[in-house]
């Protein structure tokens, strides 16, 4: 069998943040490496340095020290310029607010992505329709934002995010807004999307249980990586706890 390649390599990662006289160590050193079309979960509670991980690896914010390597390429070595351009190519966000524009409709908003990569309008459409079918929504493409539910709203901003079909994703608390009901139906949504595009997703979360849904989960503690298990070896612990 073929050696899946490796698509995120961190190494002596570290960011420390100065605050007045004292210093945060808000990533201590962490090292880790994610294969294409892996799905990995980073949990940790609040303060432990997810967010920090992820915007270091989307090239949001410099890192204080060591490497990031995505798609073969050095995301601390970049200027900003290079930065967005490699986003624009390589990346895609869910967020935990959906950040859609109140005055376009479902369908304009997951089109919105594509206008920046010069498709023309027809093909666009066509597209975004598609991916609100794919996440249920088939029904609410004229509604607006104002005129859905939370988790329907969510689920235009994940179409938004996939619909440019990146080939890294990154997540934050995706589900943040949603009850867990609707979280666990948008996280299988998320799950089995990203495995049929084989897109490498990396989402933080302070959710036990919906780490549970990913392939392998990093467990952060204090900036620091503390363990990596399989999706099975982790329910196996949750199911002892
Ligand atoms: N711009 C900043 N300046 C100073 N300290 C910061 C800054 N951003 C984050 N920190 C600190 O770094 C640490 C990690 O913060 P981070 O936002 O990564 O946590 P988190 O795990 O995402 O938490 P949450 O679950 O609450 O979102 C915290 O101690 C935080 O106070
Ligand atoms: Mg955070």
Redesign the pocket.
Known sequence: MEEKQTVIRVKNLYKI?R?GENK?R?LNGVDFEIKKGEFCAIV??????????LNMLAGLEKPTKGEIIIAGEHMEQKNENQLVKFRREHIGFIFQSFNLLATMNALENVALPLTFQGMDKQKRLKRADKMLELVGLGKHKKHRPSQMSGGQQQRVGIARALVVRPEIIFAD?PTGNLDSNTSREVMELIQTIVHEQNQTLVM?T?DDHLAGFADRIFR?ID?KIISIQTREEYQNEQNKA
């Open positions: 943040y605050v945060v808000a940790g509670t609040s303060g432990s340095g997810k967010s920090t991980l608390e933080v302070h952060i900036g």
